[in-house]
């Protein structure tokens, strides 16, 4: 066969396969189309596993003259140079999307300008235009595409089950809504109103709205020249996939591991396996700094330094999440929906929303009440004690001294009363640090230690009453928390013990890891570990906290690298020491089973007052589990 051009159908027929893989990439062209021309009101419908689609715009329609040419391929109004490209405030640019999907269908274009007599009506059978009609209707304009790809049916065949094409609409439009919260989206599936979605003053309301959790907080970021914007759940609404973490990059909906990972680095510690928290992401950077235009379906970002966007973002949920505002300051732990009374309007019966409801519901087997016996075994004689030199952590460059390598106390021991083994951060070997028996200074307006303790349950829970409930507390968890917090803050604020090596510990890896881990050289110092290049394939340490075993930091520097590599940002070594402090923290403290005094009950919870993330053990899982009276009065037959 001699080579031919392919005449334009058969381009367009291929280009569709591209644009118009799957109808909800379909339904997201025209819902971008409406958006870009200006409207307010947006009203999908679909049928048939989406080869039937129907949108309806109040924008600013089309003339006449122009109504053949949206089917052209090329055709756009929304730029004309390619200097134009550049400077993009639509989403819509190539001019391919009707001109495709019109081959592969029927189409009918209704539209109708401000101020128009009449609307205009143009008929296109896979790419075969009709003649222009005159017809009535609203002002805006109206897509319908039938008979998707039944001129192709090798195409037909890829499309999934009907129910799977409907619910990767619906998520498709979630999006599009999310990205868009001044809009309102009208959603018919099979004629049926599957939502409606007024227009909201700001993104977080609108989130509100179609994630249907109430309330969501708000966090922001920067880091250079990117912005983060975030709107996520408290910790205690969580999902079982990463469905719920929506990304958009420049407004754009977008699928980037990246950022996902941010969002789940910020909630770390906060979640349990299995897991997943539920956010909005809004990341914005000069249009200089990112290309959102690499592929039209796939929905992939690339940013000039990744690690920027991964840090923003990390950054502007770990901020407001650090601050716990779910708790109400004088009031109770908001949304802990324990008997589904609060805590939001889940909607069970879309697939996409695979939540779990809020952790921990409360088991009330009868446990005894026993008022705790006084003061037993929690005289600091009683704990094993390590006695080690201290040294304090000077920054920075100052502290790399090729000298001490001894045993020190890994934190300020007057501060913290609490010593650890430092040398086996895995340890087996349990050694309980005691519960202060002197008063720690409250938090005014406090929630923990607003609640009212009437006892010890199984030596294990903390009892107590606040308001119109009962609220239990775990005292292995709570105290498992306050521990991890202030190992943590001794990390952060340079508290610990360096080990200095007097040959620089070597590790082997590739030197594009080389590279990237150096690039982190700044940060990583401040988390006590010093750096150096070996050679292009090594890196050497120079001093690294005393507490993280050789063979642990090999590990956790590679992975590091890995992640540099791979996502542009990583918090391993945050995430390693996160572990070690938890494990620590984990084997120190006060297990179940032992008796508690009230003052030491108290005191537990005043000092829960003092890390605002105490309603959760490092592990994730809850500190407490409430039971309000109703429950009770329902249980007596009190109310019915
Ligand atoms: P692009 O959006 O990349 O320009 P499309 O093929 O999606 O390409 O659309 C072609 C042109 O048709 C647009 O540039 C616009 O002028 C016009 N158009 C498409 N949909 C609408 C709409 N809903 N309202 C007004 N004009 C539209
Ligand atoms: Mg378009």
């Known amino acids: 066969m001699s080579i031919?051009?392919?005449?334009?159908?058969?381009?367009?027929?291929?280009?569709?396969?591209?644009?118009?893989?799957?109808?909800?990439?379909?339904?997201?062209?025209?819902?971008e189309n409406s958006i870009d021309a200006g409207a307010t009101r947006v009203h999908v419908e679909f049928f048939d596993g989406g080869r039937i689609v129907k949108v309806i715009d109040n924008g600013k329609g089309m003339s006449p003259e122009?109504?053949?040419?949206?089917?052209?391929?090329?055709?756009?109004?929304k730029i004309s140079k390619s200097d134009d490209l550049w400077s993009l405030k639509t989403f819509g640019f190539r001019g391919e999307a009707l001109a495709s999907i019109s081959s592969v269908s029927k189409m009918t274009l209704t539209t109708r300008r401000k101020g128009d007599e009449q609307?205009?009506?143009?008929?296109?059978?896979?790419?075969?235009?009709?003649?222009i009609e005159r017809v009535g209707g609203s002002q805006g304009t109206t897509v319908l595409m039938e008979n998707l790809f039944e001129n192709m049916p090798a195409r037909l065949k890829f499309l999934k089950s009907d129910a799977a094409e409907h619910t990767a609409i619906k998520t498709t439009l979630k999006a599009m809504a999310l990205a868009h919260h001044d809009v309102?989206?009208?959603?018919?599936?099979?004629?049926?109103?599957?939502?409606?979605?007024t227009a909201c003053k700001d993104r977080k309301e609108r989130a509100e709205q179609i994630l249907e959790i109430k309330p969501l907080f708000v966090g922001e970021a920067s880091r250079e020249y990117v912005k983060a914007y975030a709107v996520f759940a408290d910790p205690h609404n969580v999902a079982k996939t990463a469905k719920n973490i929506w990304l958009f990059a420049q407004n754009r909906w977008v699928q980037d591991r990246s950022l996902q990972a941010a969002v789940n680095e910020a909630y770390r510690s906060l979640l349990m396996h299995g897991e997943f928290p539920i956010a909005a992401v809004w990341v914005e950077t000069d249009p200089e700094y990112i290309d959102v235009n690499i592929h039209p379906t796939k929905s992939q970002v690339k940013f000039h330094d990744p690690s920027l966007a991964f840090r923003a973002v990390a950054g502007a949920l770990r901020g407001t999440l650090e601050k716990a505002p779910w708790i109400q300051q004088s009031g109770q732990l908001r949304s802990q929906a324990q008997f589904g009374e609060a805590g939001g309007t889940v909607d069970y019966s879309d697939p996409a929303a695979t939540y779990s409801s809020a952790k921990g519901l409360p088991n009330f087997a009868a446990a005894p009440v026993e008022m705790p016996k006084e003061n037993l075994a929690f005289n600091d004689s009683t704990f094993k004690t390590t006695q080690f030199q201290k040294k304090d952590f000077n920054f920075p460059a100052s502290s790399v001294q090729q000298n001490k390598t001894s045993y020190q106390t890994l934190?300020?021991?007057a501060e913290s009363r609490q010593n650890f083994s430092n040398q086996n951060p895995d340890m087996e070997e349990t050694q309980s640090t005691p519960i202060s028996n002197e008063t720690v200074a409250p938090v005014s307006g406090g929630y923990w230690s607003s609640l009212e303790v009437l006892?010890?349950?199984?030596?294990?829970?903390i009892v107590t009453q606040h308001r119109d409930k009962m609220v239990f507390v775990d005292q292995h968890a709570a105290h498992e928390r306050v521990a991890y917090e202030k190992l943590m803050n001794a990390w952060k604020g340079g508290k610990i013990d360096i080990q200095d090596f007097l040959f620089p510990l070597a590790i082997d890896m590739s030197p594009e890891k080389v590279e990237g881990l150096l690039l982190l050289a700044k940060d990583i110092e401040r988390l006590g570990v010093f750096i150096e290049p070996l050679g292009p394939g090594t890196v050497g340490v120079k001093a690294a906290p005393l507490f993280i075993k050789e063979s642990i930091l090999g590990k956790v520097l590679d992975r590091m690298a890995t992640e540099v590599v791979d996502q542009g940002g990583s918090y391993s070594l945050e995430r390693a020491v996160g572990d070690i402090c938890a494990t620590m923290a984990c084997h120190s403290v006060v297990r179940a089973g032992q008796a508690l005094s009230i003052d030491q009950m108290k005191n537990l919870l005043r000092e829960m007052d003092h890390f605002p993330l105490s309603s959760f053990c490092p592990h994730g899982r809850p500190v407490s589990v409430e039971y309000p009276f109703y429950k009770l009065e329902k249980d007596f037959g009190r109310i019915v």
């Open 119 to 131: 609307a205009y009506q143009l008929i296109s059978e896979y790419g075969k235009k009709q003649p």
């Open 66 to 77: 122009d109504l053949p040419k949206a089917l052209d391929r090329f055709a756009t109004s």
């Open 4 to 31: 031919q051009v392919l005449s334009p159908e058969v381009v367009d027929q291929i280009a569709a396969g591209e644009v118009v893989e799957r109808p909800a990439h379909l339904v997201k062209e025209l819902v």
């Open 411 to 413: 934190m300020d021991a």
């Open 184 to 197: 309102e989206f009208r959603i018919q599936e099979n004629s049926k109103l599957v939502n409606f979605w």
């Open 455 to 461: 006892g010890q349950a199984n030596l294990t829970y």
